[in-house]
């Protein structure tokens, strides 16, 4: 139930296109959802974070879109760059207790020139 | 202003050792975790503390301890290590207790075991 479940496990975009990552969750109790970028070597950084009282979330070039209904949430990256080829995680929080981020499997993106 | 730092970055150690990875959280940061990324998945929370205290502790073996000094800094130790902790692992800081406002990581100690 703790569970954040995230695909594609890896996806392959070319320069200018739209990458579009999806995570689902099964518990209710979630209600902060960060998106977390890694590149290798280095730790994960904070992209951009939703919580469930809004639809979307825009931040130049990174949007999250969440569904509360269907318990679903996606990071789309517009105008996809070389640049932006790492490793993507989406994450979550308990309410009342969000002492630990619970993370998805990753995503690793890569930007084709 | 320095991020979070941790040290070592790379860390080779044999069967039934054991090992202490160190931690220094962003000035003024109160909070810091623990997590351990194994290669290929997700990160996995180990332990979190605030104020010097345990305040929450993940699905790990007692193998695993850690404790924070009055200078929030803070060490992960693992005792009799396995083949399978071989691992990234990774120190998160922030302000408050609680993870829902930004968290900052550092680039992890990566502990290979052989």
């Known amino acids: 139930q703790q569970q954040v479940k995230q695909s594609p496990q890896s996806l392959i975009v070319q320069k200018g296109g739209i990458s579009i990552i999806n995570c689902a969750y099964e518990?209710?109790?979630?209600?902060?959802f960060p998106w977390y970028q890694q590149f290798p070597g280095k730790g994960p950084a904070l992209l951009i974070a939703?919580?469930?009282?809004?639809s979307e979330k825009k931040e130049g070039r990174f949007t999250i879109s969440f569904n509360k209904s269907a318990k679903q949430f996606s990071l789309h990256i517009m105008d996809s760059q070389p640049g932006d080829s790492a490793t993507y995680f989406c994450?979550?929080?308990?309410?009342?207790?969000?002492?630990?981020?619970?993370f998805g499997s990753g995503t690793q993106l890569t930007v084709l020139p | 202003d320095a991020g979070v730092t941790q040290s070592p970055t790379h860390l080779i150690k044999t069967r039934g050792q054991q090992v202490t990875l160190r931690c220094s959280p962003i000035?003024?940061?109160?909070?810091v975790s623990w997590y351990q990324q194994v290669l290929g998945q997700g990160p996995q929370f180990i332990f979190q503390?605030?104020?010097?205290?345990?305040?929450g502790r993940g699905n790990f073996p007692d193998r695993f301890s850690a404790r924070q000094f009055p200078n929030y800094s803070s060490e992960l130790n693992v005792n009799a290590l396995l083949l399978g902790d071989s691992a990234l692992y990774l120190c998160?800081?922030?302000?408050?207790?609680?993870?829902?406002?930004?968290?900052?990581f550092g680039q992890g100690t990566r502990l290979t075991v052989v």
């Open positions: 939703i919580r469930p009282d809004v």
């Open positions: 994450a979550a929080t308990l309410s009342g207790s969000a002492r630990q981020l619970t």
């Open positions: 518990n209710t109790a979630f209600d902060y």
């Open positions: 998160a800081s922030s302000i408050g207790q609680f993870m829902n406002t930004e968290a900052f």
């Open positions: 000035s003024g940061h109160k909070s």
């Open positions: 503390y605030y104020e010097k205290e345990e305040r």
